[in-house]
């Protein structure tokens, strides 16, 4: 009988464990991550399949990529890092960039391995090859994010 009050303590711990962890700046900045990602990974999916067939898995990855890495450095600057304003906008998207060449290369190369070991894969197993290196890719950009580009804002 005295495990009921020891469970709830042990459960409030914990939950207050939690409650601190999400007010810690890189919680929360986490979290922020996460949904412009989801965001951006929907509309990188949509631009690869709209672009696919018109101009080819690798090209139509490139320009997928390019459009939604803009989009990810700016929706990442105001809202991921809370940078307002447009001092040092460009140079932001600029180093960006660098996040860009290493996402670019993870998943042309993982879509170039899939295409030379499986020729007839198709869009479905395209997908998931550059979908599975962009999950990569992504661990690299908030690095990059975090530490190098807004590096001005890492506690804000």
């Known amino acids: ?10 459960v409030s711990a914990r939950w207050g464990r939690i409650r601190g962890a999400v007010r810690r700046p890189v ?23 709209a672009l696919r067939i018109p101009v080819g898995p690798t090209a139509a990855n490139a320009v997928a990529l390019i459009v939604t890495s803009l989009l990810n450095t700016e929706l990442n600057r105001r809202f ?8 040092r906008r ?12 290493i996402a670019l290369a993870l998943t042309s190369g993982s879509l170039w391995t899939l295409l030379w070991a499986e020729p007839n894969a198709g869009i479905a197993e395209e ?14 950009r908030f690095v990059l994010l975090r530490y190098w580009v807004f590096r001005r804002a890492r506690n804000a």
């Open 1 to 10: 009988m005295t495990e009921g009050p020891r469970s709830d303590l042990t």
């Open 27 to 49: 919680a929360r900045q986490l979290a922020r991550f996460t949904g412009v990602g989801v965001v951006c990974t929907a509309a990188s999916m949509g631009l690869y399949a």
């Open 80 to 87: 991921t890092f809370r940078i307002r304003g447009s001092r």
């Open 90 to 101: 460009l140079h932001d998207h600029l180093h960006g960039l660098v996040a860009l060449v």
């Open 127 to 140: 997908l998931w090859t550059t979908t599975v290196a962009g999950w990569v890719a992504t661990a690299a």
